[in-house]
Protein backbone atom coordinates (compact mmCIF):
# COMPACT_ATOMS: atom_id res chain seq x y z
CA UNK A 1 0.00 0.00 0.00
CA UNK A 2 1.80 3.21 -0.77
CA UNK A 3 1.40 6.58 1.32
CA UNK A 4 1.23 9.76 -0.17
CA UNK A 5 3.39 12.27 1.48
CA UNK A 6 5.73 14.09 -0.41
CA UNK A 7 6.06 17.09 1.86
CA UNK A 8 2.26 17.97 2.14
CA UNK A 9 -0.39 17.07 4.53
CA UNK A 10 0.57 14.05 6.38
CA UNK A 11 -2.25 11.35 6.19
CA UNK A 12 -5.38 11.05 8.01
CA UNK A 13 -5.49 7.51 9.85
CA UNK A 14 -1.90 6.95 9.10
CA UNK A 15 0.96 5.93 11.92
CA UNK A 16 4.70 7.59 10.71
CA UNK A 17 7.14 5.47 12.78
CA UNK A 18 9.85 8.82 12.78
CA UNK A 19 13.08 8.62 14.24
CA UNK A 20 14.50 11.84 15.71
CA UNK A 21 18.19 11.57 14.79
CA UNK A 22 20.38 11.55 17.57
CA UNK A 23 18.68 14.90 19.45
CA UNK A 24 20.30 17.96 17.80
CA UNK A 25 16.88 19.60 16.18
CA UNK A 26 19.45 20.54 13.35
CA UNK A 27 19.61 16.83 11.97
CA UNK A 28 16.02 15.79 11.98
CA UNK A 29 15.11 14.86 8.27
CA UNK A 30 13.21 17.58 6.56
CA UNK A 31 10.74 15.13 6.27
CA UNK A 32 10.57 14.57 10.13
CA UNK A 33 10.46 17.97 10.91
CA UNK A 34 7.55 18.69 8.56
CA UNK A 35 5.08 15.86 10.04
CA UNK A 36 6.13 16.82 13.58
CA UNK A 37 5.00 20.63 12.75
CA UNK A 38 1.53 18.77 11.02
CA UNK A 39 0.60 15.85 12.34
CA UNK A 40 -2.25 15.63 15.04
CA UNK A 41 -0.62 13.63 17.67
CA UNK A 42 2.74 12.53 18.41
CA UNK A 43 3.43 9.99 20.73
CA UNK A 44 7.25 10.08 22.20
CA UNK A 45 9.94 9.07 24.76
CA UNK A 46 13.18 11.16 26.11
CA UNK A 47 15.22 9.80 23.94
CA UNK A 48 14.65 12.12 20.96
CA UNK A 49 16.15 15.04 22.61
CA UNK A 50 14.44 17.72 24.94
CA UNK A 51 14.66 20.43 22.39
CA UNK A 52 12.91 18.31 20.01
CA UNK A 53 10.44 18.00 22.49
CA UNK A 54 9.69 20.96 23.97
CA UNK A 55 9.18 22.23 20.05
CA UNK A 56 6.26 20.82 20.32
CA UNK A 57 2.91 21.86 21.57
CA UNK A 58 1.87 20.42 24.46
CA UNK A 59 -1.58 19.41 23.23
CA UNK A 60 -0.22 17.86 20.44
CA UNK A 61 2.27 15.61 22.29
CA UNK A 62 2.07 12.52 24.91
CA UNK A 63 4.99 11.37 26.99
CA UNK A 64 4.98 7.34 26.26
CA UNK A 65 8.37 7.09 28.04
CA UNK A 66 9.64 6.91 31.55
CA UNK A 67 6.46 7.28 34.55
CA UNK A 68 6.51 8.57 37.78
CA UNK A 69 9.02 6.52 39.87
CA UNK A 70 10.86 4.78 37.01
CA UNK A 71 8.28 3.06 35.74
CA UNK A 72 7.68 2.50 32.01
CA UNK A 73 4.78 3.05 29.45
CA UNK A 74 3.92 -0.92 28.40
CA UNK A 75 4.77 -1.69 24.99
CA UNK A 76 1.61 -3.47 24.51
CA UNK A 77 0.15 -0.03 25.73
CA UNK A 78 1.65 2.41 23.41
CA UNK A 79 0.61 -0.50 20.23
CA UNK A 80 -2.95 0.06 21.06
CA UNK A 81 -2.92 3.51 21.82
CA UNK A 82 -1.16 3.88 17.80
CA UNK A 83 -3.78 1.76 16.49
CA UNK A 84 -6.68 3.58 18.54
CA UNK A 85 -5.46 7.28 17.43
CA UNK A 86 -5.29 5.94 13.61
CA UNK A 87 -8.62 4.13 13.78
CA UNK A 88 -10.10 8.28 14.87
CA UNK A 89 -8.88 9.50 12.09
CA UNK A 90 -5.68 10.86 12.94
CA UNK A 91 -2.61 11.10 11.84
CA UNK A 92 -0.01 10.08 14.05
CA UNK A 93 3.88 10.21 14.51
CA UNK A 94 5.52 7.71 17.06
CA UNK A 95 9.16 9.49 17.71
CA UNK A 96 12.03 7.61 18.61
CA UNK A 97 15.61 8.99 19.36
CA UNK A 98 18.38 7.99 16.48
CA UNK A 99 16.22 5.58 13.85
CA UNK A 100 13.21 4.05 15.37
CA UNK A 101 14.31 0.67 13.58
CA UNK A 102 17.66 0.63 15.01
CA UNK A 103 17.14 -0.76 18.71
CA UNK A 104 13.43 1.51 18.67
CA UNK A 105 11.08 -1.50 18.67
CA UNK A 106 9.44 0.17 15.03
CA UNK A 107 9.81 -2.93 13.56
CA UNK A 108 7.66 -4.94 16.47
CA UNK A 109 4.86 -1.42 15.76
CA UNK A 110 5.61 -1.53 12.37
CA UNK A 111 4.49 -5.63 12.83
CA UNK A 112 1.55 -4.48 15.06
CA UNK A 113 0.15 -1.52 12.83
CA UNK A 114 -0.02 -3.61 9.94
CA UNK A 115 -1.65 -7.09 12.06
CA UNK A 116 -4.62 -4.33 12.75
CA UNK A 117 -4.96 -3.10 9.19
CA UNK A 118 -3.53 0.27 10.39
CA UNK A 119 -1.55 1.80 7.40
CA UNK A 120 1.98 3.23 8.28
CA UNK A 121 4.81 5.10 6.87
CA UNK A 122 8.51 4.41 8.10
CA UNK A 123 10.53 7.79 8.11
CA UNK A 124 14.74 7.11 8.36
CA UNK A 125 16.97 9.06 10.63
CA UNK A 126 20.57 9.15 11.82
CA UNK A 127 21.33 6.82 14.25
CA UNK A 128 22.57 7.44 17.30
CA UNK A 129 24.85 4.46 16.66
CA UNK A 130 27.04 6.20 14.42
CA UNK A 131 26.22 9.92 14.79
CA UNK A 132 27.12 9.81 18.75
CA UNK A 133 30.55 8.72 18.22
CA UNK A 134 31.37 10.75 14.93
CA UNK A 135 30.85 13.90 16.46
CA UNK A 136 33.03 12.64 19.57
CA UNK A 137 35.57 12.23 16.74
CA UNK A 138 34.90 8.39 16.65
CA UNK A 139 34.36 7.12 13.31
CA UNK A 140 33.29 3.70 13.12
CA UNK A 141 34.84 2.12 10.52
CA UNK A 142 38.40 3.15 9.25
CA UNK A 143 40.79 1.84 6.56
CA UNK A 144 43.52 1.49 9.04
CA UNK A 145 41.15 0.23 12.14
CA UNK A 146 38.20 -1.46 11.02
CA UNK A 147 36.52 -2.65 7.77
CA UNK A 148 33.51 -3.96 9.71
CA UNK A 149 30.84 -3.00 12.66
CA UNK A 150 28.42 -4.89 14.97
CA UNK A 151 25.95 -2.85 16.63
CA UNK A 152 24.58 -4.75 19.84
CA UNK A 153 22.08 -4.11 23.11
CA UNK A 154 23.72 -3.55 26.46
CA UNK A 155 20.42 -4.04 28.33
CA UNK A 156 21.47 -7.73 28.58
CA UNK A 157 23.29 -9.18 31.47
CA UNK A 158 26.38 -11.21 28.98
CA UNK A 159 26.32 -13.53 32.51
CA UNK A 160 23.07 -14.75 31.35
CA UNK A 161 22.81 -18.73 30.09
CA UNK A 162 20.66 -17.74 27.10
CA UNK A 163 22.26 -14.31 26.48
CA UNK A 164 20.77 -13.27 22.97
CA UNK A 165 24.46 -11.43 22.66
CA UNK A 166 27.27 -13.65 21.78
CA UNK A 167 30.29 -11.82 23.21
CA UNK A 168 32.77 -14.10 22.57
CA UNK A 169 31.64 -14.49 18.64
CA UNK A 170 32.00 -10.69 18.88
CA UNK A 171 36.06 -11.01 20.74
CA UNK A 172 36.65 -13.33 17.98
CA UNK A 173 35.26 -11.19 14.66
CA UNK A 174 37.50 -8.00 15.12
CA UNK A 175 36.37 -4.57 13.44
CA UNK A 176 34.47 -2.51 15.69
CA UNK A 177 31.82 -2.99 18.25
CA UNK A 178 29.04 -0.65 19.15
CA UNK A 179 26.87 -1.01 22.51
CA UNK A 180 23.49 1.14 22.71
CA UNK A 181 22.20 1.33 26.14
CA UNK A 182 25.02 -0.04 27.41
CA UNK A 183 26.12 2.05 29.91
CA UNK A 184 25.18 0.35 33.86
CA UNK A 185 25.75 -3.09 32.60
CA UNK A 186 29.65 -2.42 30.95
CA UNK A 187 31.45 -3.88 33.28
CA UNK A 188 30.29 -7.01 32.50
CA UNK A 189 30.31 -7.14 28.53
CA UNK A 190 34.08 -5.39 28.82
CA UNK A 191 34.91 -8.48 31.44
CA UNK A 192 33.08 -10.82 29.05
CA UNK A 193 34.74 -9.40 25.75
CA UNK A 194 38.27 -10.04 27.34
CA UNK A 195 37.15 -13.21 28.61
CA UNK A 196 36.70 -13.64 24.46
CA UNK A 197 40.65 -12.84 24.22
CA UNK A 198 39.85 -9.27 23.42
CA UNK A 199 42.86 -7.72 23.80
CA UNK A 200 42.92 -5.28 27.52
CA UNK A 201 44.67 -2.68 25.55
CA UNK A 202 41.56 -2.53 22.95
CA UNK A 203 40.84 1.32 22.66
CA UNK A 204 37.20 2.25 23.79
CA UNK A 205 35.25 5.19 24.45
CA UNK A 206 31.84 6.40 25.67
CA UNK A 207 29.74 9.25 23.99
CA UNK A 208 26.88 10.50 26.22
CA UNK A 209 24.14 12.93 24.82
CA UNK A 210 26.40 12.78 21.76
CA UNK A 211 24.70 15.78 19.63
CA UNK A 212 22.86 17.19 22.68
CA UNK A 213 24.10 20.48 24.84
CA UNK A 214 26.32 18.48 27.70
CA UNK A 215 27.51 16.01 25.81
CA UNK A 216 30.19 13.81 27.61
CA UNK A 217 33.38 11.67 26.36
CA UNK A 218 34.99 9.20 28.16
CA UNK A 219 38.28 7.61 26.37
CA UNK A 220 40.62 4.24 27.72
CA UNK A 221 41.26 0.72 26.84
CA UNK A 222 39.04 -2.48 28.00
CA UNK A 223 41.68 -2.08 30.83
CA UNK A 224 40.42 1.25 31.77
CA UNK A 225 37.17 1.87 30.25
CA UNK A 226 35.33 1.80 33.33
CA UNK A 227 37.24 3.28 35.30
CA UNK A 228 37.69 6.20 32.73
CA UNK A 229 33.33 6.33 32.95
CA UNK A 230 33.22 6.53 36.54
CA UNK A 231 35.36 9.54 36.49
CA UNK A 232 33.97 11.81 34.15
CA UNK A 233 30.76 10.91 35.55
CA UNK A 234 29.02 9.11 31.65
CA UNK A 235 25.38 8.39 32.70
CA UNK A 236 23.02 6.96 30.18
CA UNK A 237 21.55 7.76 27.41
CA UNK A 238 25.41 6.88 26.13
CA UNK A 239 26.99 4.92 23.00
CA UNK A 240 30.16 2.61 23.41
CA UNK A 241 32.43 2.28 20.91
CA UNK A 242 35.58 -0.78 21.40
CA UNK A 243 37.68 -1.07 18.91
CA UNK A 244 40.66 0.80 17.29
CA UNK A 245 38.68 3.58 15.95
CA UNK A 246 38.15 4.58 19.56
CA UNK A 247 41.97 5.94 19.82
CA UNK A 248 41.15 8.54 16.37
CA UNK A 249 39.55 10.29 18.78
CA UNK A 250 42.77 11.93 19.73
CA UNK A 251 44.51 12.54 16.81
CA UNK A 252 40.97 14.90 15.62
CA UNK A 253 39.56 16.66 18.90
CA UNK A 254 41.51 20.08 18.58
CA UNK A 255 40.07 20.53 16.04
CA UNK A 256 37.06 18.87 16.26
CA UNK A 257 34.63 22.13 16.02
CA UNK A 258 31.27 19.90 17.45
CA UNK A 259 32.93 20.71 20.94
CA UNK A 260 33.57 23.81 22.28
CA UNK A 261 36.74 24.91 24.01
CA UNK A 262 35.65 24.81 27.05
CA UNK A 263 34.13 21.32 26.16
CA UNK A 264 38.19 20.38 24.96
CA UNK A 265 39.79 21.65 28.05
CA UNK A 266 37.34 19.95 30.49
CA UNK A 267 38.10 16.77 28.71
CA UNK A 268 41.42 16.81 28.63
CA UNK A 269 42.04 17.70 31.90
CA UNK A 270 39.11 14.69 32.94
CA UNK A 271 40.26 12.33 30.14
CA UNK A 272 43.70 12.38 31.30
CA UNK A 273 43.09 11.48 34.90
CA UNK A 274 40.58 8.66 34.11
CA UNK A 275 42.75 6.63 31.49
CA UNK A 276 46.30 6.28 32.50
CA UNK A 277 46.67 3.62 34.05
CA UNK A 278 48.95 2.56 37.16
CA UNK A 279 52.26 1.67 35.97
CA UNK A 280 51.98 -1.22 38.69
CA UNK A 281 48.96 -2.92 37.67
CA UNK A 282 50.39 -3.03 33.77
Not at 111 to 116: G, K, P, R, S, V
Not at 128 to 150: E, L
Not at 158 to 163: A, G, L, M, R, Y
Amino acid sequence: MGINYHGGEPNPGTVYLVGSGPGDPGLLTVKAKRLLERADIVLHDKLPGPQIIEDLPEERRIDVGKRAHGDRTPQSEINERLVELAREGKSVVRLKGGDSFVFGRGGEEAEYLAEHGIPFEVVPAVTSAVAAPAVAGIPVTHRDHASSVSFVTGHEDPTKDDSAVDWDALADAGGTIVVLMGVTRLPQYVSALRDGGLDRETPAALVERGTWTGQRVATGTLETIVEARDEVGIEPPAVTVIGGVAATRESVVEFLENESVADREDRSESETDAVTPDVSDS
